[in-house]
């Protein structure tokens, strides 16, 4: 997973992009163990998000807890973080993705944020 480095959050909601990249590649299946037209949906990954937050008086928050991702490819996640008025001047943001069929396989980035 990768995200920037820093990131300067001046508005409430103000959106980190996080990419989420599925390195893995798609199981073998056997194609009558499936109906027709399904192997369109078998070549994905869905992960699992948990954002966490590091600093007093920020707030960071998920729109939606799940990502489906293509084995290969990679999509972006949003994290909206705001602070209050008497926010520490700086926290981390730290979002974690974990495989909902390999639950072992797991990826953290962690972002700079200041006011």
């Known amino acids: 997973m990768e995200a ?28 009558a163990a499936h109906f027709a037209g399904s192997g369109a949906y078998l070549n994905a990954d869905v992960y699992r998000l948990s954002v966490t937050v590091e600093g007093k008086g920020w707030t ?11 084995s290969g490819g990679s999509r972006t996640a949003k994290v909206f973080v705001s602070h209050e008025a ?6 981390k943001v730290t ?14 980035a962690t972002v700079s944020v200041s006011k």
């Open 60 to 70: 960071a928050r998920l729109l939606n807890a799940l990502a489906a991702v293509e």
């Open 4 to 31: 920037q480095a820093e990131l300067k959050a001046g508005r409430p909601d103000t959106p980190i992009a996080f990419t989420l990249k599925n390195t893995g590649q798609a199981a073998e299946t056997d194609p």
């Open 86 to 91: 008497a926010s520490s001047p700086s926290a």
């Open 95 to 108: 979002l974690r993705a974990v495989s909902e069929s390999d639950p072992t396989k797991a990826a953290t």
